[in-house]
């Protein structure tokens, strides 16, 4: 173990009804799990996916970011019907005509570009091409408008996203992504879910700046606030 770092113990977990005990609002699974492609840039591993699957219980997935094909993957194994695109393949998440024809959708799952802390392609209409943050902040509003357009009366958007300095400045993505949902109409469903980041490419690296590094991203979820019935 290195000088100065420790290991933390997570607090102990109320017992509850939930379907997955084990599912709190810290995730902290080493392994990725064997879901999607692990050679795609960005990719992000299975088990939380799962884990929010088991817990909500839908009946149709739409992931309209797929990259690497992880949740496509994990709705398989677990017998959920599942409708993937991804802008790689031709169907961008901003457009209203991606969404034809899907409706009664029980759950969205986005694993966005964290803006341009990771540049995929010289497309465009890629979130990671944003020119600016208000640019990033306003077309990924509009992917949650059009999401929440095809959402079942009690279906959840959940949002994995992580904060990063750009140019020198922090750029706290999960907390500004909540304003622009509320905008929407959309509320937080339950906790956000901090998932920590085994296996970053920077945490291999040493670096001359001084900073806090960051070991997380944050899973959001949201419901319509019309929606909800208890």
């Not at 980041?197 to 319509?224: M, V, W």
Request: glycine share 10%; with cysteine; proline share 6%.
């Amino acid at each position: 173990m290195k000088p100065g770092i420790h290991t933390v113990e997570l607090p102990v977990a109320p017992v509850t009804g939930s379907p997955v005990p084990g599912l709190t609002s810290i995730h902290a699974v080493r392994s990725r799990g064997p879901y999607g492609n692990r050679q795609y840039r960005g990719n992000c591993g299975g088990y939380l996916i799962r884990d929010l699957l088991r817990y909500f219980q839908p009946r149709h997935v739409l992931d309209c970011m797929s990259g690497s094909g992880t949740c496509g993957d994990v709705c398989r194994e677990l017998g959920i019907d599942v409708t993937e695109f991804d802008l790689h393949q031709g169907t961008d998440a901003g457009l209203a005509a991606s969404y034809d024809g899907l409706h009664d959708i029980d759950f969205v799952w986005m694993h966005p570009p964290y803006w341009r802390m990771i540049r995929y392609n010289d497309d465009p209409r890629c979130l990671s091409n944003a020119a600016t943050l208000e640019e990033f902040l306003s077309r990924l509003q509009q992917v949650l408008r059009l999401a929440s357009g095809v959402l079942s009366g009690n279906g959840k958007i959940a949002v994995l996203i992580g904060g990063y300095s750009d140019q020198g400045r922090y750029q706290p993505l999960p907390q500004l992504l909540v304003e622009r949902a509320l905008r929407e109409q959309l509320w937080p469903a339950c906790t956000e879910i901090i998932r920590f980041q085994f296996g970053n490419t920077s945490s291999s690296r040493a670096y001359r700046s001084r900073f806090i590094p960051g070991l997380h991203d944050t899973c959001l979820i949201f419901e319509k606030m019309y929606g909800h019935q208890e």
